[in-house]
């Protein structure tokens, strides 16, 4: 009964049958405790902890286990060193909470002390390293755990498969896929969905796709492994008709299927398709989900449908940093400042923390908008406070609002006195920003040397300054410019249409 209400989140059910049994044995506080932290009440199953008669190992690991997702490490560890004997499962416990709240060092130093490790230990190392993007850390481990004969499980092969896919270990992932076939896993749905992964980031295309026709799976995560796998090595098309597959045969498309299919819309700027795609979403009640309408506000953002965009944004229920930036740069993209403005207003009200990518698209929207003095004065704020660290693509937008606004000397300034070296591209925005005049010619002259300084080869410093000599008429300086480029190799590219093959 207790278990019942549990399971239905009625804990004041629960906890009243709790009160009213008159012998209670340990299983039952257990329960309890469990059933409170399944129910959001850590302050009550810390209380019901501190008045058990008596606690074994599952009582201490419960708690462990209900600190660590909450991101309370130290009171973790605290429970975990007060343990009178501590079996593998509670240190199985401590090293996969660590690694989810990010101390990856601190698992892999209590994985070192371990008296006894099972292979879920070992699979709880490889799987957290893996996730925190140390891979061939992860693959170091596997090395270890199969000299040592541990047997592999279901787990522990999707884990390192997913490893050896991020870091293209093409051999080593060939010989997992022998010891699936030798191990009876072929026919395991992650494992099947982990190998199409696994061979589309090595760009082995004809692998994942004759394995996805060998099975033929009904599983929704082995057919959004095939079309992000055709997405992964821009096979787009490919991978919207797998959608369509998918749909036609029944197969019901998760939040993983509708983002990778969104994107290959995106990318090939297939506009009405995606529109097809909103509509199932929609049918399917993914429309609020935060990652597919993310997708959504990129697809119609930069396909020109500014609205569509922000009414996909504003379906969202649980917006996160990646969505207001989405919906700031795709207003920035549009030349809608004030909007864009508006949102970081509505994102700190919402207390999502703006990052780096935020003030890139906000610098971008004031200068594209004409909101020169909001422009400078966000970079300002951004100099003299501490939200985020100051980055090339920081100054390449405020040199643009400077250059923008006329005052081409103060951009000079400033990227005379960043505090990392300029690079090419931060002067090339300055070059590109010199319109004409006698001062902006002298700025232009000293920055184009700065750039073929750089980069000898580089074409946009000569063809703009020489369109900056064509347009004050000082047509001898553009023939020497044209005779300079020709003899240092830097070749302009021809236009052409993107139509023609």
């Given at each position: 009964m207790i278990s019942s209400c549990v399971n239905d989140f009625k804990l004041d059910e629960a906890l009243n049958l709790f009160d009213e049994t008159p012998q209670r044995d340990l299983i039952m506080w257990n329960l309890m405790i469990k059933g409170c932290i399944s129910c959001g009440s850590l302050d009550m199953a810390l209380k019901l902890f501190a008045e058990m008669p008596e606690r074994n190992v599952v009582s201490w690991t419960t708690m462990i286990s209900a600190f660590l997702k909450k991101g309370m490490v130290e009171q973790a560890r605290g429970l975990f060193q007060e343990m009178p004997e501590r079996d593998t499962a509670a240190w199985n416990a401590m090293i996969h909470g660590l690694f989810v709240n990010g101390r990856a060092e601190e698992?892999?130093?209590?994985?070192?002390?371990?008296?006894?490790?099972?292979?879920?230990?070992?699979?709880?190392?490889?799987?957290?390293?893996?996730?925190?993007?140390?891979?061939?850390?992860?693959?170091?481990i596997f090395v270890k755990m199969v000299g040592i004969g541990m047997k592999l499980t279901a787990s522990t092969l999707c884990s390192v498969l997913s490893s050896c896919a991020k870091t293209g270990e093409l051999c080593l992932g060939i010989q997992l896929h022998g010891q699936i076939a030798k191990l009876g896993y072929a026919f395991d749905t992650y494992i099947v969905a982990s190998l199409i992964t696994f061979y589309a980031n090595c760009k082995r295309i004809e692998e994942f796709v004759k394995i996805y026709y060998e099975k033929l799976f009904k599983n929704v995560v082995v057919w959004t492994s095939v079309l992000t796998g055709y997405g992964a090595n821009d096979e787009h098309e490919s991978a919207l008709e797998v959608f369509l597959e998918m749909i036609r045969l029944g197969v019901f498309p998760n939040q993983s299927t509708f983002t990778s299919a969104l994107n290959s819309s995106n990318e090939i700027e297939a506009l009405g398709f995606g529109r097809g795609i909103h509509g199932t979403a929609v049918k399917l009640g993914f429309e609020t989900d935060v990652f597919v309408g993310n997708a959504l506000v990129v697809l119609y953002t930069k396909s020109g449908s500014i609205h569509d965009g922000i009414r996909s944004f504003k379906a969202i229920e649980k917006k996160n940093v990646v969505s207001w930036n989405t919906v700031i740069v795709g207003c920035a993209q549009h030349g809608c400042g004030e909007w864009a403005v508006a949102f970081l207003g509505q994102m700190m009200k919402a207390g999502v923390r703006p990052d780096g990518i935020t003030f890139t698209?906000?610098?971008?929207?004031?200068?594209?908008?004409?909101?020169?003095?909001?422009?400078?004065?966000?970079?300002?704020?951004?100099?003299?406070?501490?939200?985020?660290?100051?980055?090339?693509?920081?100054?390449?937008?405020?040199?643009?609002?400077?250059?923008?606004?006329?005052?081409?000397?103060?951009?000079?300034?400033?990227?005379?006195?960043?505090p990392v070296e300029a690079n090419v591209s931060i002067w090339v925005a300055l070059l590109s920003g010199c319109r004409g005049g006698e001062v902006e010619v002298e700025v232009a002259e000293r920055v184009a040397e700065r750039i073929l300084r750089l980069d000898p080869g580089c074409t946009a410093g000569y063809v703009l300054l020489s369109n900056i000599y064509a347009g004050c008429g000082r047509w001898g300086d553009v023939a020497r410019m044209r005779t300079r480029m020709k003899a240092t190799g830097a070749v302009k590219e021809t236009a052409r249409s993107t139509y023609l093959n």
């Open positions: 698992a892999s130093s209590m994985f070192e002390l371990m008296p006894d490790r099972n292979v879920i230990s070992w699979t709880t190392m490889i799987s957290g390293l893996d996730q925190m993007g140390r891979n061939d850390e992860a693959l170091s698209g906000l610098l971008s929207a004031c200068s594209h908008s004409g909101l020169w003095k909001k422009g400078r004065g966000l970079f300002t704020g951004l100099r003299r406070g501490s939200w985020v660290e100051l980055k090339l693509e920081h100054y390449a937008c405020m040199v643009d609002i400077l250059c923008r606004s006329g005052e081409v000397a103060e951009a000079e300034e400033l990227v005379e006195g960043m």
